[in-house]
């Protein structure tokens, strides 16, 4: 059975069996609605969209074609992952768009922190769409939405979401698979449809991506700056245990330098801020503390393995007064 909304007593799923019976009737389902069609998704690598992903592979197969925008904010390894999973794991029709240039030369110069997000939101829809126009036949489109999504939408709290913003000429049937799951369900359903753990139990990630946590002007120096110190984090956050355990941690190299001494010589460069916290919807948020071991091993990999560092930095501050990203 497939329903449009949640219903009131639908079981949580929770367990593998739960999940499977999921699959079994969303794969059913999806071979009704979309017959012998063509449908296109938005794939970030993100766990709602590459559920999506995963679900559709089995059901149409190659009646899916997925696009993965890389607008250069995205983290160390990322894009990588995407084609190594679904391109060369599952066999998906995937195309791969490398709008790095495209995205930095438009953000270049601009501080403003409302003007950047809208600019990634607009450019990620323009590059979407050129590649939508250069398909033919494409019928559905496919989104991660999620029952929280359409619950916040109802309530007024956020708008309905994903697909806003596409130009008029196009229009599609929308194909939502995991619209009537939580997120703890996306992830049983995630993991048993063969995706692996660390993208399936991810922690949240902005759409506008490393662009946040770049403050001001982005320069690309900057941001490789905040991409290598995010993956020395990510690294020795899952070497300690704490993959999954704290609910989300990253760096921010704010726009200033000051003096440091390196090799018997004076430095001028940026700090590195870390920020981990833990909370359950947001709104309210605490900080992780870390082991002085911890602290110590990252200030010694950062400042050596990360060009133009000189000083780390780390945020004591909850949520409230301090939104989780620094833009
Ligand atoms: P703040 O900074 O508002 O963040 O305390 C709360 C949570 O939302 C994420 N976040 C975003 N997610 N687009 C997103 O998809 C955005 O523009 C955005 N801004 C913040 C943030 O990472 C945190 O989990």
Same mark, same amino acid.
């Given at each position: 059975?497939?329903?449009? &909304?949640?219903?009131?007593?639908?079981? @949580?799923?929770?367990?593998?069996?739960?999940?499977?019976?999921? /699959?079994?009737?969303?794969?059913?389902?999806?071979?009704?609605?979309?017959? $012998?069609?063509?449908?296109?998704?938005? =794939? #970030?690598?993100?766990? $709602?969209?590459?559920?999506?992903?995963?679900?559709? /592979?089995?059901?149409?197969?190659?009646? !899916?074609?997925?696009?993965?925008?890389?607008?250069?904010?995205?983290?160390?390894?990322?894009?990588?992952?995407? /084609?190594?999973?679904?391109?060369?794991?599952?066999?998906?029709?995937?195309?791969?768009?490398?709008?790095? $240039? &495209?995205?930095?030369?438009?953000?270049?110069? +601009?501080?403003?922190?409302?003007?950047?997000?809208?600019?990634?939101?607009?450019?990620?829809?323009?590059?979407?769409?050129?590649?939508?126009?250069?398909?033919?036949?494409?019928?559905?489109?496919?989104?991660?939405?999620? %029952?929280? $999504?359409? =619950?916040?939408?109802?309530?007024?709290?956020?708008?309905?979401?994903?697909?806003?913003?596409?130009?008029?000429?196009?229009?599609?049937?929308?194909?939502?698979?995991?619209? /009537? =799951?939580?997120?703890?369900?996306? @992830?049983?359903?995630?993991? @048993?449809?063969? !995706?692996?753990?660390?993208?399936?139990?991810?922690?949240?990630?902005?759409?506008?991506? !490393?662009? +946040? @946590?770049?403050?001001?002007?982005?320069?690309?120096?900057?941001?490789?700056?905040?991409?290598? #110190?995010?993956?020395?984090?990510?690294?020795?956050?899952?070497?300690?245990? *704490?993959?999954?355990?704290? %609910?989300?941690?990253?760096?921010?190299?704010?726009?200033?330098?000051?003096?440091?001494?390196?090799?018997?010589?004076?430095?001028?460069?940026?700090?590195?801020?870390?920020?981990?916290?833990?909370?359950?919807?947001?709104?309210?948020?605490?900080?992780?503390?870390?082991?002085?071991? *911890?602290?110590?091993? !990252?200030?010694? &990999?950062?400042?050596?393995?990360?060009?133009?560092?000189?000083?780390?930095?780390?945020?004591?501050?909850?949520?409230?007064?301090?939104?989780?990203?620094?833009?």
């Amino acid at each position: 059975m497939v329903y449009d &909304r949640r219903p009131d007593d639908m079981k @949580r799923i929770t367990t593998g069996e739960l999940a499977d019976e999921f /699959i079994e009737e969303q794969i059913f389902a999806l071979r009704e609605q979309i017959g $012998d069609k063509k449908v296109l998704l938005a =794939l #970030s690598g993100g766990v $709602d969209s590459s559920v999506v992903a995963a679900l559709l /592979i089995k059901a149409v197969g190659k009646q !899916l074609t997925c696009v993965h925008v890389n607008h250069g904010l995205l983290r160390k390894g990322e894009p990588e992952q995407v /084609i190594e999973v679904f391109k060369n794991q599952m066999k998906a029709n995937l195309i791969y768009v490398d709008a790095t $240039d &495209r995205f930095l030369d438009k953000l270049a110069g +601009v501080t403003d922190p409302e003007q950047k997000r809208k600019i990634i939101g607009s450019e990620f829809i323009d590059v979407f769409a050129e590649e939508a126009h250069k398909l033919n036949g494409i019928e559905f489109l496919a989104q991660g939405t999620i %029952w929280p $999504d359409i =619950l916040e939408s109802e309530a007024g709290i956020k708008a309905h979401h994903n697909a806003g913003g596409l130009p008029e000429d196009m229009k599609f049937e929308l194909v939502e698979p995991v619209k /009537i =799951l939580f997120k703890d369900e996306v @992830r049983v359903v995630g993991e @048993r449809l063969g !995706l692996p753990a660390n993208m399936v139990y991810r922690q949240p990630f902005p759409g506008p991506g !490393l662009g +946040v @946590r770049c403050p001001g002007a982005i320069t690309r120096d900057r941001l490789e700056a905040v991409r290598e #110190s995010d993956a020395i984090l990510r690294e020795e956050f899952a070497k300690n245990g *704490l993959e999954g355990k704290v %609910w989300q941690y990253f760096t921010v190299v704010p726009d200033f330098k000051s003096t440091g001494v390196k090799d018997g010589k004076r430095t001028f460069d940026w700090p590195c801020i870390i920020r981990a916290i833990n909370t359950t919807d947001v709104m309210e948020v605490t900080v992780e503390h870390l082991s002085d071991e *911890l602290i110590d091993h !990252l200030v010694k &990999r950062i400042i050596t393995e990360v060009p133009g560092i000189n000083r780390v930095l780390f945020d004591y501050t909850p949520k409230p007064p301090a939104t989780v990203e620094y833009e």
